[in-house]
């Protein structure tokens, strides 16, 4: 080649990915910077010797394995001892050995059970390339076994392990699937998995390719062909389904559209009353229509004024408003942002009407706790104009209504004013399509499975809908609403809590109902596939070592947290709240969330990622708490949200450069004062609790008001200078640039030291 290519045009021309001959270049010291660099002809040269070397290597290698297979198997009829890693390698059965691989891809996973972990170590325990020692190394372990591929093959001549390895046991039985289903790009490791080959196996037979590849690196359709045909393997190739086309709602027609109610979120301050407020309306106006009807929790709930309905979303709090956000899907219509009338506009009144007006959601100001003498709504009115929010009669458009939640006061008025924005807003919706609408909670049922509620958006869902929730696939087996009682269909703004998926969705996932089976599994597939190669992304990116190094550094300064709730709902609010913590620089990055226990793939994420794990209202199982143990992840269990961020707050302190506190380390009473001609005055003390120390900062304490603050210029016992003189002992002492001391003034010894966070 005369010519000058970039890095990736070379690539393609050898049918490469440029991230393989940026690696390869690198391995020859040959510096690029990324797949637009200008590699010289010389350089193209290297590379192609190197493949040269590679393949004669493998040549090679494979007439001495053969060689040393006969060797050992000679050697072993003639009862010569046969080294024993060899041995103990060649009588491990067959499947084991196959985990031993399968487990190597798992821990890339980070999906590695813990008792395969621990089969792992066994297996591995006379291999003294592998580092198990510490689980917290199960990156770095990984990283060097990786490194061991690598080096295995330029040098398997040499390494007796490797060519053990390529020794194919005689009993071996072949478990070659006769097709695998491939819908796009995957790693090796996950293609080795699905050929049921090991991993080393198919880096080996990428090598002959001219594939310089590691276990995670991801191969493209026409490499996962070749590697197939290899094995004599089918490919059956599932294009991805073009979702977009299934996921734009269609357009409705004017006609086709029908009033729908109102769907609202409570926000405000802490302690303003929206539970209160949100309790007062269900009781009030649930139950009064519903002779004997017991509400039921399911993430909402509808309430009827002058045949009207309004829905309101049980989580208050501008937290779980904003993660549906967040997550896309817009389900507020109309905020109530609560303030007590007693109080006034307090932060997170702020940053409620901030998030409603981000979203661009009409707000109503609901004035509570006009009950209380103190209640002043008037003050509220004027504060709010600060924030645009101008009652009508002061000439603005913003709805205030005054209310006591806790004397149902104002309820109807407020009810009222929410049907008059809803008809402002024109809220409408078509209910003849087929459902689409947002999931708010989920949770695992232990007798009814994955149990989902979900807010009907648009259209009607019926019973045994197929639908697509996040990544789950389902078909409604039953649905219950918010009174409690089965229903068979559910319109627009109507929230239900469904049976029938085959896992558990996240909150804030769409939900979108399909004609077709087919069409609703290849998409909810599909976007598995999505967020599992999103996850490993992320792992990939949080290592242990890189963690440390980047905070080291102070480039990068975030705590990966893992967050386990009794719902989704939870979870999801737990979120939202750590995300927003900044401690100086320093983020909280979720690097999972889910509902149910602290389960043991928990822990081993959390220890592959450095993570915290928090567990809200649930507790590890025990397979869980033995991992933590072993792994030292740091399992934290709280059942108040505000601990639970308090906690984590302070824990991201610990990752601050250090700070200083004072530590009190002991108290003298001055008894007598001499005159030295020399020095001045001469406290005669006795050290009342702890010591005095001649390197300790001292603040004089007259009448408990301190007169001083300095530090000590001697310390005497008897004649001699003292270092340290405990209590119960008497000592002398003057302070520097200090003299007025007194007869029953208080020395107090302190130090500074950094605070153990
Ligand atoms: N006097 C009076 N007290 C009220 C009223 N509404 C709520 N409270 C009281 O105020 C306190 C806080 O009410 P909550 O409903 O828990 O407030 P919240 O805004 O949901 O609080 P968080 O969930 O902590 O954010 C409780 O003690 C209520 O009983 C009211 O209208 N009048």
């Known amino acids: 080649m005369s010519k000058k290519f970039r890095v990736y045009e070379y690539a393609k021309s050898i049918n490469m990915s440029s991230k393989e001959i940026i690696t390869i270049l690198k391995k020859l010291d040959i510096s ?10 010389e350089s193209i040269k290297k590379v192609e010797q190197f493949f040269r070397n590679i393949k004669e290597n493998a040549a090679e290698n494979k007439s001495n394995q053969k060689a040393q297979t006969e060797k050992a198997v000679l050697h072993h009829d003639s009862k010569t001892p046969v080294k024993q890693p060899e041995r103990n390698e060649k009588q491990l059965p067959k499947n084991e050995k196959k985990e031993h691989v399968m487990k190597k891809t798992q821990t890339s996973e980070n999906k590695k059970p813990n008792n395969q972990a621990k089969a792992n170590n066994s297996n591995s325990q006379n291999n003294k390339t592998n580092d198990n020692k510490s689980s917290k190394n199960f990156k770095s372990s990984q990283n060097r076994n990786r490194s061991n591929y690598s080096k295995g ?12 390895n390529n020794v194919e046991p005689k009993e071996k039985v072949d478990n070659t699937p006769k097709k ?11 293609l080795s998995k699905l050929l049921h080959k090991d991993v080393s196996e198919v880096i080996k037979k990428l090598l002959f390719l001219g594939i310089m590849a590691n276990i995670n690196q991801e191969v493209d359709l026409d490499t996962i062909q070749l590697i197939a045909d290899e094995y004599k393997v089918e490919v059956d190739l599932k294009l991805p389904v073009e979702e977009d086309e299934f996921e734009i709602e269609e357009m409705d027609d004017e006609k086709d559209l029908q009033e729908r109610p109102a769907v609202v979120t409570i926000m405000g301050h802490v302690d303003h009353g929206k539970t209160t407020l949100l309790d007062a309306i269900r009781k009030t106006k649930v139950t009064e229509g519903e002779a004997g009807g017991i509400t039921q929790h399911i993430g909402a709930y509808q309430v009827e004024r002058n045949d009207k309905k309004v829905t309101f979303l049980d989580t208050p709090g501008h937290e779980a408003f904003t993660t549906m956000r967040a997550r896309g899907s817009k389900i507020t219509d109309i905020t109530i942002l609560v303030v007590a009338a007693d109080d006034g506009v307090m932060p997170q009144t702020i940053e409620a009407i901030n998030h409603a007006k981000a979203a661009e959601v ?21 504060e709010l104009t600060e924030y645009q929010l101008v009652p009508e009669e002061w000439g603005g458009d913003t709805i205030f209504v005054n209310v006591s939640a806790k004397q149902g006061e104002g309820l109807d008025e407020l009810l009222e004013m929410i049907l008059l924005v809803s008809e402002v807003e024109e809220l409408k919706a078509n209910p003849d399509k087929r459902a689409r609408g947002t999931v708010i909670e989920a949770e695992l049922d232990k007798g009814r499975g994955p149990v989902a509620r979900v807010l009907v958006q648009q259209g009607t869902l019926e019973i045994g809908n197929v639908f697509v929730a996040g990544v789950c696939f389902g078909r409604v087996r039953a649905m219950v609403n918010d009174k409690g009682r089965r229903i068979k269909v559910a319109g627009p703004s109507t929230p239900v809590e469904l049976t029938g998926l085959t896992e558990v969705p996240q909150a804030g996932d769409p939900f979108i109902v399909f004609e077709e089976e087919k069409k609703a599994k290849a998409i909810a597939d599909k976007r598995a596939t999505e967020v599992r190669q999103q996850e490993m992304n992320v792992n990939n990116r949080i290592t242990l070592d890189d963690l440390f190094k980047h905070i080291q550094e102070g480039e990068v300064k975030e705590l990966p947290v893992i967050i386990k709730a009794d719902v989704q709902g939870s979870a999801e609010a737990l979120r939202g709240s750590l995300e927003k913590i900044n401690v100086e620089g320093v983020k909280v990055k979720i690097i999972h969330t889910g509902a149910g226990a602290i389960t043991e793939s928990d822990v081993i994420l959390a220890s592959a990622s450095n993570a915290i794990i928090i567990g809200f209202n649930v507790r590890p199982d025990q397979t869980a708490i033995a991992t933590a143990e072993q792994e030292q992840v740091d399992v934290r269990l709280h059942r108040i949200i505000y601990n639970a961020i308090e906690e984590i707050e302070s824990a991201m302190k610990g990752m601050l450069d250090p700070e200083f506190k004072e530590v009190v380390i002991g108290h003298a009473e001055v008894r007598n004062i001499f005159k030295n001609s020399k020095v001045g005055k001469i406290a005669g003390c006795m050290v009342t609790s702890g010591k005095m120390s ?12 301190v007169v001083h603050e300095g530090i000590l210029d001697s310390l005497k016992r008897f004649k001699d200078d003292a270092k340290e003189v405990a209590q119960g002992y008497e000592c002398g002492l003057t302070i520097e640039n200090y003299s007025d001391l007194k007869e029953g003034d208080i020395v107090e010894a302190f130090v500074m030291e950094t605070v153990e966070r």
């Open 362 to 382: 009409p707000i109503i100001v609901a004035v509570n706790k006009i009950d209380k003498p103190e209640a002043n709504p008037d003050k509220i009115k004027q």
């Open 694 to 705: 001649r390197n300790a900062d001292v603040r004089l304490i007259r009448e408990g008001i």
């Open 153 to 164: 093959y330029k040098n398997k001549g040499k390494n007796r392990r490797y060519q053990n």
């Open 32 to 41: 690029v910077n990324n797949h637009m660099s200008v590699i010289e002809d």
């Open 180 to 190: 695998i289903i491939v819908r796009g790009s995957m790693t090796v490791g996950e």
